[in-house]
């Protein structure tokens, strides 16, 4: 028997939707059959969960304009593996980001709009999938902090992740930890700054209190510390622009709490840096974490390692004009003529070219500003969107990774709330019959 999403419970689908959020989000692989990504079964739930409406929703997701992005995405991957072909570049995996990107926006669509269908399109549900994308990352956060304390525990994980031979970090000798996911380091750090937006923005909608918000992201916060140096500076970045928001607001704001509020920010990071580095050298087996943490405060940004690798050996562009231009098929590996990149830009560029690339950022940005309209949408997106281009600059971050599912998946989120508050307006343009409800 199918079990569709509305004949469970409300508890019952939070926890479903959880799960589903949860292996899509952090793919994490476990030692069986190579590697088995368990992020493929938040596919199968989510054919479980949307049964009886996911064809419906899936046409629905694909109107003209949608489907001429989506043949664009197409033409680049089948582009890409052109290029990469007549360059004589094998095993190259670029091809599969513009056919995710399709994949990633239907399935947040797919998502919010089975909420919508499960209420008859009386209440708009981004804002507990954004909830439960919090939760997803409060509870993984909880567990790399638990690594840190329990080292036993860590070991436990361990045993049933899969540990990529060409991956630059070796988790099970490694002081850094990557939770119950697919991979740490700074495309994890990266997507635990991103999560910690997503609380702001929900205490902007007044949907989670001062208290909540602040204990949430000093969980996240300590994890992301414990992981990887990119998402401290994306931590940073958030907290700044929160900050601005609170100011611009207690500047209308008359009330103690609304005043308050400004000053609660300076006051937890001071708060929080003197606790965290007390923490470090508390113990002398946290040295070595202490300092790698440690490097981006007391020497500054220009000066890490990792900043000094990207500036000095990584940032570079094709000398050829053709393959400036038209790309070359190349995007990690042994290059042709050029040497390796680990930033996002200039990999791209390498895949598909200048002209290809401005195609596939401008997909991104124009999705954004498509919500131009919506001040809550933009609110959500312009921020995240702003955090990853600056990290495009380190590593694919807009389009891969952790970050890149989320946003991609945010995305098709609120354009299938777009579409439920037209049906809001017109109750019966949406409707569709659920074949279980008989």
Not at 280 to 291: F, G, I, M, R
């Amino acid at each position: 028997m199918i079990i569709s999403m509305n004949s469970l419970s409300d508890s019952s689908n939070k926890i479903l939707v959880f799960f589903i959020i949860y292996l899509f989000l952090l793919t994490p692989r476990v030692n069986f059959l190579g590697g088995f990504n368990l992020g493929n079964l938040s596919f199968v739930l989510l054919f479980f969960f949307a049964f009886p409406t996911i064809v419906a929703s899936i046409k629905k997701s694909l109107n003209v304009k949608h489907l001429i992005v989506a043949s664009v995405l197409i033409f680049l991957s089948l582009y890409f593996l052109f290029i990469s072909h007549i360059y004589g570049f094998e095993n190259q995996i670029f091809y599969t980001y513009p056919i995710s990107t399709i994949v990633y926006f239907i399935l947040g669509f797919i998502l919010s709009r089975q909420y919508a269908l499960n209420t008859n399109g009386h209440s708009r549900h981004k804002k507990i999938i954004v909830y439960t994308m919090v939760m997803v990352s409060l509870v993984h956060s909880i567990i790399i902090i638990a690594q840190f304390v329990i080292p036993s525990l860590k070991d436990f994980i361990e045993g049933f992740l899969y540990q990529d031979p060409l991956a630059n970090i070796d988790y099970e000798t490694s002081f850094r930890a990557r939770g119950f996911s697919a991979a740490g380091g700074a495309a994890m750090s990266a997507y635990l700054a991103l999560s910690i937006w997503l609380i702001f923005y929900l205490n902007i909608l007044k949907k989670i209190d001062i208290p909540t918000t602040f204990l949430f992201a000093i969980i996240i916060s300590f994890a992301t510390f414990l992981i990887g140096r990119t998402g401290l500076v994306g931590v940073l970045i958030y907290f700044s622009i929160y900050f601005f928001y609170l100011f611009y607001k207690s500047m209308f704001n008359v009330s103690v709490i609304g005043k308050f509020k400004f000053f609660v920010i300076p006051i937890f990071l001071i708060v929080f840096y003197f606790s965290y580095t007390s923490f470090l050298t508390a113990s002398e087996n946290n040295l070595e974490l202490a300092t790698w943490s440690s490097e981006l405060f007391d020497n500054g940004l220009a000066n890490t390692s990792s900043f000094k690798i990207l500036t000095e050996q990584m940032l570079f562009l094709p000398s050829d004009p053709v393959h400036l231009l038209f790309g070359i098929g190349y995007f990690e590996g042994d290059g042709y003529k050029y040497g390796r990149s680990d930033s996002g830009f200039i990999k791209t560029i390498f895949s598909i070219g200048i002209i290809g690339s401005l195609l596939f950022y401008g997909i991104f940005i124009a999705y954004v500003f498509k919500f131009y309209k919506n001040k809550k949408a933009l609110l959500l997106l312009i921020p995240i969107l702003l955090v990853l281009l600056i990290f495009e600059i380190k590593e694919p971050m807009l389009y891969q990774n952790f970050t890149g599912r989320t946003f991609i998946f945010l995305l098709g989120v609120l354009y299938a709330e777009e579409q439920n508050g037209s049906r809001l307006r017109n109750p019966t343009s949406l409707k569709v019959k659920n074949p279980l409800s008989a």
